[in-house]
């Protein structure tokens, strides 16, 4: 019988004959070999060395100028049905998408080196964890994979053993905006991304692999791959509560993951625990509770806001042993963004050109870090934990200036799931495309599930069966503003606050006034002490707009119906039922 490394020779061969590289490098992800990878990027300008006493072993990496974020119009799911794909996702059949594909990487690798990337996702001793490889021609996609996930020799081995694998191939091509895809081909757990060397276009084990594949693989094997954060919440008792919390990109996944609670709290001896920032695969236990792993090995966050006051444990996390793209740099050649706010002045913005402010910013607004998630302080050890971390709340949030309140909870799990299906959210610079514009990012998966959203939201009611122990679902909104245009909620540290309340709720030790919405914070529930919050800041923070409400429900069953009769009844029933009672 052909043992799965042969599978994977072949493959490795099938590709080489396609795009005829120079050479091929199976990557075993020790230091010698990225010793080796960095020296040659250095030589060849991929890699800026930075300032080598404030930053060692740290580089800046300037993408081209077009290739800067995610590409949603050219990502592509590539079922036999559309449907499967659904209204969700640009869709291609798998024999055009294989087609189109193939044609691009025709030879594309002559005179390159194909490195191949064998990769866990998640710990590699984990039954929750998943395999892949990726074949890609990019020395600086290799490096970023191996802080990205456990890379090398150990997940080869894991692949021989365990015979599957995801097949992920990619090429930075020309890098021409016009010759660029991702397609993914979730019947053959298939990656194909041409002409992008951007994280998320790139990296395929993030984005591509850990939620669009995975997603398809979960639910068919009966668990969850989400778009959130997981991170643990230590009360001064010293009891650990985990909560998963989905976000859309750029909307301060990785701040809350690594927040540093108020003073008086810190005193009382609240702590967070870091699990993950941004992804989180999810499965029953035996007890009826979600656990949870973060498939990934380290953080590609944004830069731009990330200071000692947002988030220092983020920073200390880069001051060594990190990859910076995009960003500007001083004229000591340390790594600056907008917002770092360290007293100190970019002279070279983000494209190497002297800075000037009148004509672009220092640093790329999705300007990111790539980091090992050991070197940040908070970081749990029960990150490593085989078997995952309990979930005692799941949150969904978004960034809305108006209507929705500081926090809710919700009824039950099919309301929780209908919470996370009317998700909105105004668009960043994470991805291609307008900023700011308010779009349904159900779940904060609207780019990343790789099939049919009425289908996915089948799959979370699923989860609600006898002897099922589920969490508690929590909505909030840090980003509400006054007439005045600036945001009302202190945010950062402050957001403890709400995830106390939360976890008093989980407890039964909080109250709440429900609404039709869900359950708001009984006034003096939630702790606002020593914060200056104005009358319109607490009306708005905790109040119902009762008109407000209706316009949205009414929004909110205008999308579901796009979905048409694949989407689960119970929750239009549910959406009918609250716009009545609004
Ligand atoms: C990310 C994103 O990079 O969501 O995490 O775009
Ligand atoms: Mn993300």
């Known amino acids: ?315 200390a996390s880069i001051q060594h042993d990190t990859i910076f793209t995009n960003v ?7 790594p600056w963004w907008e917002g770092i706010d360290n007293g100190q002045v970019p002279v070279t913005d983000w494209r190497g050109e002297p800075f000037d402010a009148a004509k672009r910013p220092a640093a790329h607004p999705n300007s990111r870090f790539t980091v090992s998630a050991r070197q940040c302080p908070s970081w749990s050890p029960m990150a490593e934990d085989p078997h995952g971390v309990p979930i005692s709340a799941i949150v969904f949030g978004g960034r809305r200036a108006s209507l929705v309140p500081l926090v809710f909870e919700a009824r039950d799990w099919t309301h929780g799931v209908l919470v996370g299906a009317a998700m909105g959210s105004e668009t960043t610079a994470a991805a291609t495309g307008t900023v700011g514009v308010m779009r349904r990012d159900p779940m904060a998966m609207k780019p990343f599930c790789g099939y049919n959203f009425a289908d996915y939201f089948g799959h979370w009611l699923s989860f609600d069966q006898p002897g099922a122990n589920l969490p508690k679902v929590f909505h909030v909104n840090w980003f509400r503003k006054g007439d005045d245009g600036k945001f009302l909620w202190p945010g950062f540290g402050d957001n403890l606050r709400v995830l106390e309340w939360m976890i008093k709720r989980v407890e039964g030790k909080a109250g709440a006034q429900d609404t039709p919405i869900g359950a708001l914070p009984l006034q003096g529930e939630l702790n606002l002490d020593g914060l200056d919050l104005s009358a319109e800041a607490r009306e708005k923070l905790f109040g119902l707009d009762q008109a407000g409400w209706q316009a949205e429900f009414a929004s909110i069953g205008q999308y579901l119906q796009e979905y048409g009769t694949r989407m689960p009844e119970a929750l239009t029933a549910l959406q009918v039922s609250i716009c009545k009672a609004l």
Request: proline residues 7%; hydrophobic residues 40%; glycine residues 10%.
């Open 328 to 334: 500007g740099v001083t004229a000591d050649n340390q």
């Open 1 to 315: 019988m052909a043992s799965s490394l042969d599978a994977l020779n072949q493959w490795v061969m099938e590709v080489a004959r396609l795009t005829c590289p120079e050479q091929i490098q199976w990557c075993d992800g020790s230091d010698t070999e990225n010793d080796a990878l960095i020296a040659q990027m250095q030589a060849d300008g991929t890699l800026l060395p930075l300032n080598p006493e404030t930053h060692p072993r740290s580089w800046l990496h300037r993408s081209h100028p077009d290739d800067v974020a995610r590409v949603e119009h050219l990502t592509f799911v590539c079922t036999p049905e559309r449907d499967d794909a659904g209204p969700n996702n640009n869709w291609m059949s798998p024999a055009d998408g294989h087609a189109q594909m193939d044609a691009l990487f025709d030879g594309c690798m002559a005179g390159r080196t194909m490195y191949v990337v064998p990769y866990c996702m998640g710990p590699i001793d984990s039954p929750l964890s998943r395999c892949g490889v990726e074949i890609t021609d990019s020395p600086y996609v290799v490096a970023n994979m191996r802080i990205m996930t456990r890379m090398g020799a150990a997940a080869l081995a894991r692949i021989e053993r365990e015979g599957s694998f995801v097949k992920g191939l990619h090429s930075i091509g020309e890098l021409d905006p016009n010759r660029r895809y991702i397609m993914h081909f979730p019947e053959d757990l298939a990656i194909k991304s041409y002409g992008s060397g951007y994280g998320g276009n790139a990296l395929l084990g993030k984005k591509c692999h850990a939620l669009r594949i995975a997603s398809h693989q979960a639910r068919s094997e009966g668990w969850m791959a989400e778009h959130m954060l997981i991170l643990g919440l230590e009360n001064p008792q010293g009891q650990i509560h985990y909560i998963a919390a989905a976000f859309p990109s750029a909307c301060g996944k990785t701040n809350l993951a690594m927040l540093i609670p108020p003073e008086g709290y810190r005193r009382d001896g609240w702590k967070i625990w870091t699990i993950g920032d941004d992804i989180c695969w999810m499965r029953p236990g035996a007890d009826g509770r979600l656990y949870a792993i973060n498939p990934e090995a380290g953080f590609f966050g944004v830069a731009p806001g990330t200071s000692e006051k947002s988030n220092p444990n983020a920073l």
